[in-house]
């Protein structure tokens, strides 16, 4: 399988769509297997939890767009502040295990390729850090508590199939 722009347009087309303003493609064919890779279009105002996984490496890069990736002390404090970019150089980057962190989309028809460990364990399980709201780079006001991503029960996303 090629991952060409029919395939981001179709997938940020479903992420504007959503309500959640992000849609994953997974090229894994289940929530437990060992290696979990997918395509993720996050549009700007997706609410993603800053969360941690404790036992997981997570990498992305970035395909289309801009992304903005934080990462966090215990406190809440920002231990690192990123703009990925690849029309300036800058593609990707790699968060530590137990490192508390979120991305945010600075403009539309963003497209990561994410991959990290599996099997599958919801934020809940994993940790949600509370953080103050505030403004993004994009203008939309984020920032998350636990209360407010209660429920979720995981980005299952669309499995790649041979017809998509």
Same mark, same amino acid.
């Given at each position: 399988?090629?991952?060409?722009?029919?395939?981001?347009?179709?997938?940020?087309?479903?992420?504007?769509?959503?309500?959640?303003?992000?849609?994953?493609?997974?090229?894994?064919?289940?929530?437990?297997?060992?290696?979990?890779?997918?395509?993720?279009?996050?549009?700007?105002?997706?609410?993603?939890? @800053?969360?941690?996984?404790? *036992?997981?490496?997570?990498?992305?890069?970035?395909? %289309? $767009?801009?992304?903005? /990736?934080?990462?966090? +002390?215990?406190?809440?404090?920002?231990?690192?502040?990123?703009?990925?970019?690849?029309?300036?150089?800058?593609?990707?980057?790699?968060?530590?295990?137990?490192?508390?962190?979120?991305?945010?989309?600075?403009?539309?028809?963003?497209?990561?390729?994410?991959?990290?460990?599996?099997?599958? @364990?919801?934020?809940?399980? *994993?940790?949600?850090?509370?953080?103050?709201?505030? %403004? $993004?780079?994009?203008? /939309?006001?984020?920032? +998350?508590?636990?209360?407010?991503?209660?429920?979720?029960?995981?980005?299952?996303?669309?499995?790649?199939?041979?017809?998509?």
């Amino acid at each position: 399988m090629i991952i060409d722009n029919k395939i981001l347009d179709s997938l940020t087309a479903q992420a504007k769509a959503s309500p959640r303003l992000r849609m994953n493609l997974n090229f894994h064919q289940s929530l437990d297997e060992k290696c979990h890779r997918f395509l993720n279009a996050v549009e700007p105002g997706a609410n993603i939890p @800053v969360h941690r996984h404790p *036992e997981k490496e997570e990498s992305f890069v970035v395909l %289309r $767009g801009r992304i903005r /990736v934080i990462t966090y +002390n215990d406190d809440g404090t920002i231990i690192d502040d990123m703009v990925l970019d690849p029309s300036e150089g800058r593609y990707g980057v790699n968060v530590g295990k137990n490192v508390w962190h979120t991305v945010e989309a600075l403009e539309p028809g963003s497209v990561i390729f994410e991959c990290k460990e599996g099997p599958y @364990v919801p934020h809940e399980e *994993e940790g949600i850090l509370e953080v103050p709201k505030r %403004r $993004g780079k994009s203008g /939309v006001l984020f920032g +998350n508590s636990a209360a407010s991503y209660s429920g979720y029960s995981g980005d299952k996303g669309i499995t790649l199939t041979s017809d998509f």
